[in-house]
DNA sequence: ATGGGCAATACTCATTCTGAGCATAAGACG
DNA sequence: CGTCTTATGCTCAGAATGAGTATTGCCCAT
């Protein structure tokens, strides 16, 4: 390795010929919602998530991520954000002294009828089961997450390591006073791995525990999923992605069965209203959609600028008026 | 190095002779606020961040970063946090088909007066002038920034591209109705470098133009800056990593100071207070310090438990009680 | 054509948050 | 003892929120 100089000289100096064996993966959580579910691209039956080795034709990595979606899924790429960087030692099997680092970034489309997809888009609950309260508290937490995590608390080595086991457990799961926060999902389904509760987490031969339900994924892309729901999730409060994942028009009410689907809880329908119109992020189209029982909707398009404007708002410190 | 089919199962080929060299480097910006002054260390005569290449000695990144900075740096790194990675293809000038990916990182620190790091440390505004609206809009906004975006809006070869040029302009920089939104540093440097008027536009022999006052940095250390103090300036707001920053023991001015510094705007001092309390971030550590003329303050602490509880909040969505 | 069922919309109301000030307290100093 | 300076307290109006209640339209079955 050539020994480099702080920072200064050209970054990265003459290759030395030390086999660095670096090897860059992109991959991608690709969300959209349908039908009330937010669902997600897989492949390999539903153990994969996209994903492709950058190259050197790629003009970018978002460029690079683009063409393996596109090439393994047939399905164009909308919004794209990078969400992690991460790097295993050992992830690639064969390899010898290789490297992988793994670029992770999330993508917001339409699920697209008239392309047959296979049956690749699945809801993204199937592989976390209990992140949805949408029908209330899922039973799967008290009957066999609690208990289970529970006992990991309790097997800790010292009284101080357990009593930090259960503080995160009471904040990930809102025991304790606290509420239940769906932004928490990769801590979660951390807490989950650390406690061996999940397939990947004994998939090294572990001690093999009762495995939770949900659909397990392979190598780590179900760690990458929880960190895409993660962000989405905290997202969609305060810029409008949405937009992304909704048809040209749509009613308040399918806006906000989306919306409930990414955050996994129900929303009070006349304060969303309140808040979607007062923040200006959508117009009247002047339709309206009767396709249910009572009475008709306006349809509504998201307003042009907001693209633009509203995206950019910024959360608020108590500034001095000058 | 090995030819790595899609989705994860690897496949040793043999090396084809096309140069993969690609080379991943870490990147840190360290930040401190001593003085009242938010504070970068830098290398090279405040022209770089500190970095390395990760190799494979290196655990993870993140502690393939620590290596680095401490090594470079002689200043231990506390809290980390992942910025961005991005790749380019030229950016290493010798080497003839490389690759880079760069991974920069947020460090937060206290600046350790018992160390001494040279002339290391430099405020960040030192390399964005116009970020500083502690003492009222910089007179360089109006007096060169905006004339000169404004040319560079009208040098747009169809109206369309002019027109959404001025409109991000006007979001950027707080024009037309709309509000100077502090986070906004990365957008600002990119409209900035895009319209050739930074030093790092006009290197590789542009047009040359007048170019802002604010120090310049080698490659793209300067936006990644700006990318870390994007983030930090957006994340104080909901989470609380002022704490980093800092000392043990510390007057609710003091608090108010960083955070002006960080924003680089004041903040209502009773309304601030309010906030602070409210939240129960601190406590009262029952000393006082009177350094100042005026009455002695009291002196706080964070409270030990909010590291964890209050730094996992969550924002809001109008959600149904059940 | 009429009355129910079902959503969509419209309003209300109490509470909590916020933005801005005014007022008072406590040392230090001449 | 006034005065300067910063720390703290307290007030107040307006905006934002959480939870409901009331009305309005359409479709359908009687």
Redesign the pocket.
Known sequence: MAAKKAGGTAVGGPDTGAQRAVEVNLIAVLVAVTGGEPRLMTLDGGKALPSGPFELEHRSLQSGLRDWVEQQTHHPLGYVEQLYTFADRDRAEGVALGRVISISYLGLTREDAARPSGDSWRSWYDYFPWEDWRSGRPPVVDAVILPALNAFANLAATEAVAAQRRQRIALAFGLAGNEWNEELTLQRYELLFEAGLVAEAVRGGGEGGAVLPGREMIADHRRILATGIARLRAKIKYRPVVFELMPPAF???QLQRCVEALGGRLV????F???VE?QELVEETGE?A?E???????LFRFRPAVELERSIAGT?L????T
């Open positions: 009613t308040l009410l009070h329908k006349q304060n209203r309140r808040l007062q309206t009767a249910l029982p009572g009475r008709p909707a306006k608020k108590p500034l001095i008026r």
